[in-house]
């Protein structure tokens, strides 16, 4: 007997959060080698990249966003490794895009190939992109690649998106003592084309050296900011939805600044994203360890009935949050963020 259908509107894990966003890889592969990711003495030229069978086909993924968004799931955002190595992107994009109930696409990419692929993916129906950069300084943003790749390149993908009309926020993650002494020339360089967001470097996976030290608190990346050196120009910005990850503020000629706080301020209690590996492996945590494999039912035959259940079940009983408890659960093995995004 098939189960019955679930109501979208009860899904909620054991603290009450609702699923409403899923982060969805595409690929494990990247063409940088950024320190805080995958680092090059770890991912080098013998690394064993997952074999194309092992992805999810297209189909399957649209099979399995449907399910989510029949969950509740209103936001979908499409990560890697580096998701524009995929080939043929704007044709997922434009499945996705098609699917009843979704109301925002987005991509988290590092840029580079967004010159070539930013105008068809706009195309096919994505909205957003976010786009990685941590220095505008060539040897600091070389270093912290891994291949020495110049920032320029960067910032190329950053005005072909803006051209080809795409929503465009800057994500650059903060090294003390590395990229830290850069952060205002940064922000002032991209305030007017893109939202600038300053994330606290986080222990994701299991091999970027991570350490208390090398975090710089939000609160002082805010001062660093400001012409003062005291953060007295921002003011706080109203949330624009439960659950939004970047604590936002604006500078007094209105330019906009969000703060990612995960180490100093975790945000775990209106977490409502979910992760879908390339594999099929469904991660609740961003600093999950182990996942539920959604790629085998759905190729023995599972229903859609079927798949959404087993989504809900591991929803319902859903008690993640890692960045609460981080002090506590520190040598815990977590799964690479290469494997399911930011």
Not at 275 to 283: D, K, P
Not at 298 to 325: F, K, M, N, P
Request: net charge neutral; proline share 5%; hydrophobic share 40%.
């Amino acid at each position: 007997m098939r189960p019955p259908p679930l109501p979208t509107s009860s899904l909620a894990d054991a603290f009450g959060r609702p699923l409403r966003d899923l982060r969805i890889s595409v690929t494990d592969r990247c063409n940088l080698r950024c320190t805080y990711c995958m680092p090059a003495e770890v991912f080098g030229p013998d690394y064993a990249f997952l074999p194309r069978s092992e992805l999810l086909t297209f189909e399957e993924i649209e099979r399995l966003a449907a399910a989510f968004v029949a969950l509740g799931v209103q936001k979908l955002r499409l990560t890697g490794g580096e998701p524009l190595l995929r080939r043929d992107l704007p044709e997922l994009v434009a499945r996705l895009t098609r699917l009843e109930g979704v109301q925002d696409i987005a991509l988290t990419t590092n840029g580079l190939l967004l010159p070539r692929l930013a105008a068809p993916l706009k195309a096919a129906g994505l909205q957003r992109v976010t786009v990685s950069i941590d220095s505008l300084d060539p040897d600091i943003f070389g270093r912290m690649n891994g291949l020495g790749t110049h920032p320029d390149r960067v910032l190329d993908g950053i005005e072909a998106a803006l051209q080809a009309g795409l929503g465009v926020k800057v994500n650059t993650v903060v090294q003390r003592g590395v990229n830290d002494a850069g952060l205002r020339d940064l922000w002032l360089a991209l305030r007017d084309k893109a939202v600038v967001r300053f994330i606290e470097f986080m222990d994701v996976g299991n091999h970027n050296g991570w350490n208390m030290a090398a975090v710089v608190p939000s609160r002082e990346v805010l001062a660093r900011l400001s012409e003062d050196g005291l953060g007295s120009e921002f003011a706080p910005a109203q949330a624009n939805y439960r659950g939004e990850v970047a604590a936002r503020h604006r500078g007094a000629q209105g330019h906009e600044v969000g703060l990612i706080s995960s180490v100093t301020a975790p945000f775990c209690g209106d977490c409502s994203r979910a992760r879908l590996s390339a594999v099929g492996m469904l991660y609740t945590c961003l600093f999950a360890g182990t996942g539920t494999d959604l790629r085998a039912p759905l190729r023995a035959g599972a229903t859609e009935e079927e798949v959404r259940a087993q989504i809900a079940g591991v929803w319902r009983v859903r008690r993640d949050r890692y960045s609460e408890e981080r002090g506590e659960v520190t040598t815990r093995q977590k799964i690479e963020m290469s494997h399911i995004g930011g």
